[in-house]
């Protein structure tokens, strides 16, 4: 099975289809700044769960935000996990920094 990511600026998203298909088989959104790219909701189709899909969304869209040198706000749960289970993404988390003094 070939899993193809595309991203879709329009529609601020990630998609995954899978052999060819023209069916979305799972998504990735997120929001865009010029500082970091923040992933808000990631979503399979059941019936491509477990396959591949998510696994393929997430390492398409982190080789990006990197070649793009924008960090990671993954406020989305399963981008979340994905990042603490491949530490060679963890140099993109997003870390805020309080500039707050008293």
Known sequence: ???RVSDVPEAKRYEARVDGE????????Y?????L?????????PEYEGRGVGA???????????????LVLATCPFIAGWIARHP???DLVYQA???VSD
Not at 22 to 29: E, Y
Not at 38 to 45: G, I, P
Not at 56 to 70: F, G, K, N, P, V
């Open 1 to 3: 099975m070939t899993v």
């Open 22 to 29: 023209s069916t979305v088989a799972g998504v990735a959104q």
């Open 31 to 35: 929001i865009r700044t010029t500082e």
């Open 37 to 45: 790219v923040a992933f808000v909701h990631t979503e399979v189709s």
């Open 56 to 70: 393929a969304l997430a390492r398409t869209a982190l080789d990006e935000a990197r070649a793009a040198h924008l």
């Open 88 to 90: 060679e993404y963890q």
């Open 97 to 99: 920094h309080s500039r």
